[in-house]
């Protein structure tokens, strides 16, 4: 793996959670089982790959409750949109330096 | 689960995940434009899972007026006032539409909360709440004693420029650009409406509002066509 592509992100399954997180908003939180909908894994694989961003500070996890349900809300941090937007840069310099 | 943080072999991955094109894979295998190209496509399903699409909500839009318009404008061309049928038709149209868009838009940003679900709500109540003004407006009016023309001048005019500077609103709060278009070219047809006189009012409604709509499914879509092919990161 290149040096310069972040580790945390690179992997497929997280740079799909990753992906999909910074297409939200600024300011804005998506409830766990819609975002695991909408990247049809398990809850229990999705929950281990958000702990690692989450240890990372790449995202930000929200336990609250809607009525007497528990909701978990989950949104990039300004440190995961940066470090996102890193990645992307890196890869384009790999595609350029390809070319 | 896993617990080595070093280094994740993806376990128990879900078909969708693993055998995707472009999949980073650690090594000889990795394939730059393939993972951009998976980033965009995961950003367009994350959008379309959380994002009203306006294709839809402008083509609802859209076909309601034309239907509903050109019913109005029809039956008025003969009688000199809109038949009976033709403002159920129209009231229909109407509501069918203002129902379609609450029940996409809420679909659409369910599971979500922040920012845009704050301001998106308080965009749809203004809608609700400037609606609800115009019909008191009109009513008094109409107590008043304006006539069916000056009513109906009134009305089309009125809700074209709520329809209007609604659309401009929306373009500011949601950054686009293309909606504070359609505002303004609904403007452009409230004036156009205002001066047709009846029952042209009515077919101008039809072709300039519904129309305007209508033209904006398919630039919607010729962009989102673009956007696949090219790609872009979003705004962020």
Known sequence: ?99 | MTTDPTRPPEPAEGPSASAEPGRPADGAGLDPAGTLRLIRQQQEAARDATEPDGRLLFGAWGLAWVIGYLAMWTTARETGSPAPWAGWVFACCIAGATTFTIVHSITRTAGTRGTSARVGALYGWTWFLAFTALGVVLGAMGNAGASPEIMAIAANGFACVIVGLMYIAGGLLFEENRMALVGGWMLVAAVLAAFAGMPTTYLVMAVAGGGGFLVMVAVEQVLRARRRSEGGVRRA
């Open chain 1, 1 to 99: 793996m290149p040096e310069d592509l972040d580790p945390v992100i690179h992997a497929p399954a997280r740079l799909r959670v990753v992906a999909s997180l910074a297409a939200l908003g600024r300011g804005d939180e998506v409830a766990f089982p819609k975002l695991r909908k909408l990247l049809d894994m398990t809850a229990g694989n999705l929950s281990t790959h958000l702990r690692k961003l989450e240890d990372a500070g790449y995202v930000r996890v929200t336990k609250t409750h809607e009525g007497r349900t528990p909701v978990t809300y989950l949104a990039l941090t300004d440190n995961g949109r940066t470090a996102f937007a890193d990645y992307q840069a890196a890869l384009m310099d790999l595609l350029k330096g390809a070319q």
